[in-house]
């Protein structure tokens, strides 16, 4: 008897991934750039098929900054992140970083430091943990306790201190202050307080930001509707982009550049971790799927505390002699090969039909999948990775 492994592995479109991102870069206003934030995938194949595509990668790590360099040596590259060390700086300095996104007072300090020490002068962008209040309560993360940036009140110090310090120039600013925001209109009432805020700055500070830095967090609908393995209404960026570039028209001429730096929205869509059922069981009058793979592949649901949308591929391959449970038109859980109850993927979904040894494919898996997941817990083995697809350039 030869084992046959079961299906479990991550699938990507690049074809799709280029179309999207294309469009996404073509209907940016004047002034504006994207720039991909790598923590969200940084598979090499996806790095190279957007390469040529953004205007830079953004990079929150000395290991980042390396994998950015090696998909492709002109592509520039913005450093953020909150806790930098000597090393990754340096690192940085000497590899052509573009410019940073400094955190804190002493980071200011390390900066400038580095550059010295390297000969260089660093570009910084100072990063703001807005005070608050907020134009929608709801959807705001800054304003609350979080380790991100500089707090407001400090920032007058934070100033003095970029302007003294011999080894960088205060270049702008740079804020982030939502994540997987699915509102056009919030977002830009966002983008409209950091106008507002940033022109408060230039004139208490006396100072011409050349760059403005406005984050990522455009969101992902992951709700699932009656249709398994679809999901709801996305994010409308040709409508956020057409009211942008209002809204930019209002920023002053001197803004020379208006970054965005997106991972979710960027590559999303164009990933889906498969994984073939193994057994399905009933306990406790709730159903169970359990697959080959599970958090530790794919984190992000639990991560999120959502049911992740899958569809269930069908597959009729099953040896005669054994029997095939499923479950039908009932809700079911899907959980992985890990022994904790943790291991869900997917809570009290109702789905038509699925068997043991039909597969499940979880759609919209390309961001914060693989990448955030805990790999060599209990020691099975990885999923594939398939890229499908041409990588331009
Ligand atoms: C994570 C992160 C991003 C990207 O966020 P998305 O929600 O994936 O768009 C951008 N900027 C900073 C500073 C981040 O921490």
Known sequence: ????????????DLDGLSAHVRDVVAALPPRCRMFYAMKANSAPEILRTLAPLVDG????????????????????????????????????????????????????HRISRAAVATGRTADVLLRVN??????????AMAGTPTQFGIEEAQLPQ??????????????????????????????????????????????????????VNVGGGIGVNYAQPDVPGQVGPQ??????????????????????????????????????????????????AAHFVLVRGGTHHFRLPSSWQHSHPFRVRPCEDWPPDLPRPEAAGTPVTVVGELCTPK????????????????????????????????????????PEHVFHGRMPG
């Open 130 to 139: 807005l005070a608050g209040p907020f134009p929608d309560a709801t959807i």
């Open 235 to 284: 994010f409308d960026w040709t409508g956020f982009a057409a009211q942008l570039s209002r809204l930019v028209d209002t920023f002053p001429a001197h803004w020379r550049e208006v970054d965005f730096e997106c991972g979710r929205f960027l590559v999303a869509a164009y990933g889906t971790y498969e994984t073939e059922v193994l057994d399905v069981k009933r306990n406790h």
């Open 57 to 108: 990668f953004e990079v929150a790590s000395g290991g980042e900054f390396d994998k950015a360099r090696a998909a492709g040596d002109g592509v520039p590259v913005v450093f953020g992140g909150p806790a930098k060390t000597e090393g990754e700086l340096v690192r940085a300095l000497t590899g052509g970083v573009a410019r940073f996104h400094v955190e804190s007072l002493l980071e200011l």
């Open 1 to 12: 008897m030869s084992a046959r492994e079961p299906v479990c592995r991550y699938v990507y």
């Open 158 to 211: 934070a100033m003095r201190a970029a302007r003294q310090l011999p080894g960088v120039r205060p270049v702008g600013f740079h804020l982030h202050s939502l994540s997987n925001n699915l509102s056009p209109s919030a977002h830009l009432d966002m983008v409209r307080l950091y106008r507002d805020k940033i022109a408060g700055w230039e004139r208490a500070f006396g100072l011409a930001c050349d760059v």
């Open 343 to 382: 291991d869900v993927l997917a809570r009290d979904v109702v789905v038509d039909r699925v068997r043991a040894g039909d597969v499940l494919e979880f759609v919209h898996a390309g961001a914060y999948g693989w990448e955030i997941s805990h790999h060599d817990f209990l020691s099975h083995p990885h």
